[in-house]
């Protein structure tokens, strides 16, 4: 089984801090996802990467960056932390098998207060 | 509008009960479809997905109508294990291939 591992279950951060969440896949897929889940909101996509150095903004990305250096990380980074960007944070990596089902696998979730 | 629009719920039914829910989505251009289960603070999980001519899993039964761009989510027998929050997904043709959410329909299951 595909095992994504994000790095916190639960972080509390202040107000303008540089905040790095981190997410680790095993199985060498080419794609991985960050969302953010909010009550009422449901998963909305931050940012994605296709493959190494490769990233594309996703319906929000605004206040955050992110970071694939190599194939089986990607990391989300939020450079100056606000309260609104409190929420729980998925990370998800993909198959590349285009023609099976969905094939994502989500990380546990980091649950990110910043105050 | 949202792209995917579900009844938050919450459905309380009775163990043994049969539910349904149902699911709508904007782009006609969505290429493949799902369910995805997601129990309290945990992460969501595929359940299963939904083809066109209808697909069963045990005492699961999903249905697509392309022509109205509905999606649903047939439980028979419901269990006190099947409450969670069920979350509707679409998903688009290209490269990337980004999954599309709904915001989820809550179920509770009473004994």
């Known amino acids: 089984d595909v095992k994504v591992t994000q790095s916190s279950r639960y972080l509390v951060k202040r107000t303008g801090e540089k905040v790095f969440l981190e997410c680790v896949q095993d199985m060498d897929h080419e794609n991985m996802f960050w969302y953010r889940q909010d009550p009422g909101l449901g998963l909305r996509l931050i940012y994605f990467s296709y493959d190494v150095k490769m990233k594309e903004k996703g319906d929000i990305p605004e206040g955050y960056s992110v970071s694939r250096e190599k194939k089986e990380r990607f990391s989300l980074i939020l450079e100056s932390a606000s309260t609104n960007q409190t929420s729980m944070y998925l990370c998800a990596s993909r198959s590349p098998d285009f023609r099976g089902p969905a094939g994502y696998t989500f990380g546990s979730g980091t649950r990110l207060t910043v105050v | 509008r949202k792209e995917v629009e579900q009844d938050p719920g919450p459905f309380n039914v009775p163990e043994g009960a049969t539910v349904a829910f149902n699911c709508t989505y904007s782009?006609?251009?969505?290429?493949?479809f799902f369910w995805y289960r997601q129990d309290c603070r945990k992460e969501p999980k595929l359940l299963m997905s939904?083809?066109?001519s209808g697909n069963e899993d045990g005492r699961f039964t999903a249905q697509l109508n392309r022509a109205s761009q509905y999606i649903s989510l047939l439980i028979r027998d419901s269990k006190l294990s099947d409450s969670a929050t069920y979350l509707c997904?679409?998903?688009?043709?290209?490269?990337?291939?980004?999954?599309?959410f709904g915001t989820g329909t809550l179920l509770a299951v009473q004994p």
């Open positions: 939904v083809y066109s």
């Open positions: 997904v679409t998903q688009g043709r290209g490269a990337t291939n980004k999954l599309i």
């Open positions: 782009n006609s251009a969505s290429q493949s």
